[in-house]
């Protein structure tokens, strides 16, 4: 049996569903950190710089606010922009009407975008559309989607800085500079994220006993801890669990895992080919 098969097999027969989803799963859906292609057509003016692509930005010390937002005010305007997507789609119609939870270290509000339920929804790392103060004089968050939008007209494609600084955010309280509500430092708001982080095990508590079908997507070893390892973690300790783990390049996992090696829209579409043509006749 093959892989594919043997995945959408898994999945049939499980009662219930943990989906662990990393970058490769945005990455698939449009949300590519790698592609110099769409680096270069998104931020023109950051190529004088010399960055090539998203992930060299993350964390970057930016020498000033109008170039960090500048940058930043574009990125998160296509994100924010981004609606339903086929791949996110697919993996919806693979759990189907079965009970889920979702646990993933994308910040893009994908999974909320594409029908999946807020209150099934664990982001360790964070939120895009919050923002925080960066000095944390205060534990507060707020919708950074009002202020993305007020510095977009003044964003100069050429030199990618904001050029009217009374648009730039900052801190409400204390004056100060902001940042996205995304886990990098001990600057880090967690609160918003602790309550489904209590949720997750009292969710796995409540299924002991039940089949459960482990689908990890898109995780590497860029922060293996957030969602690769925890899901190894769980699938070893549960006896009626089964680990699916998609990956383009780090498919391997434990004895016992079902490792596909391709791109996420490639196995999920997949997967659910099968499932509507042999197993699932109730998803057509």
């Known amino acids: 049996?093959?892989?594919?098969?043997?995945?959408?097999?898994?999945?049939?027969?499980?009662?219930?569903?943990?989906?662990?989803?990393?970058?490769?799963?945005?990455?698939?859906?449009?949300?590519?950190?790698?592609?110099?292609?769409?680096?270069?057509?998104?931020?023109?003016?950051?190529?004088?710089?010399?960055?090539?692509?998203?992930?060299?930005?993350?964390?970057?010390?930016?020498?000033?606010?109008a170039l960090k937002w500048g940058y930043y005010s574009v990125a998160l305007d296509y994100v924010y922009r981004a609606q339903t997507t086929e791949v996110y789609q697919n993996l919806r119609a693979?759990?189907?009407?079965?009970?889920?939870?979702?646990?993933?270290?994308?910040?893009?509000?994908?999974?909320?975008?594409?029908?999946?339920?807020?209150?099934?929804?664990?982001?360790?790392?964070?939120?895009?559309?919050?923002?925080?103060?960066?000095?944390?004089?205060?534990?507060?968050?707020?919708?950074?989607?009002?202020?993305?939008?007020?510095?977009?007209?003044?964003?100069?494609?050429?030199?990618?800085?904001?050029?009217d600084p009374n648009t730039l955010p900052t801190c409400p309280r204390c004056g100060g500079r902001v940042f996205m509500n995304v886990r990098g430092g001990n600057w880090f708001v967690e609160d918003p994220y602790r309550p489904q982080a209590r949720r997750l095990p009292e969710w796995l508590s409540e299924r002991e006993g039940k089949k459960l079908a482990l689908i990890e997507i898109g995780s590497g070893f860029n922060t293996p801890g957030v969602i690769r390892v925890p899901m190894e973690t769980i699938s070893s300790q549960l006896p009626n669990a089964t680990l699916i783990r998609i990956n383009r390049d780090h498919a391997n996992g434990p004895k016992g895992t079902v490792s596909i090696r391709a791109t996420a829209d490639q196995a999920l579409a997949q997967i659910l080919e099968v499932l509507e043509r042999t197993m699932e006749p109730e998803l057509r």
């Not at 889920?100 to 982001?123: C, L, P, R, W």
Request: with cysteine; charged share 20%; hydrophobic share 40%.
């Open 1 to 65: 049996m093959d892989v594919i098969t043997q995945a959408a097999q898994f999945v049939a027969e499980a009662d219930t569903i943990l989906i662990g989803a990393g970058a490769g799963l945005s990455a698939a859906a449009g949300l590519d950190y790698t592609s110099e292609a769409d680096f270069a057509e998104r931020f023109p003016g950051m190529l004088q710089y010399g960055a090539r692509y998203q992930y060299q930005l993350m964390g970057y010390p930016f020498p000033n606010e």
């Open 94 to 163: 693979i759990v189907g009407g079965k009970t889920h939870f979702v646990m993933t270290s994308n910040v893009d509000q994908y999974f909320h975008k594409n029908g999946f339920a807020e209150e099934q929804i664990f982001t360790p790392q964070g939120d895009y559309e919050r923002f925080q103060c960066f000095n944390r004089c205060h534990d507060g968050t707020w919708d950074g989607k009002p202020f993305v939008a007020a510095m977009l007209p003044h964003v100069n494609r050429k030199t990618q800085m904001v050029e």
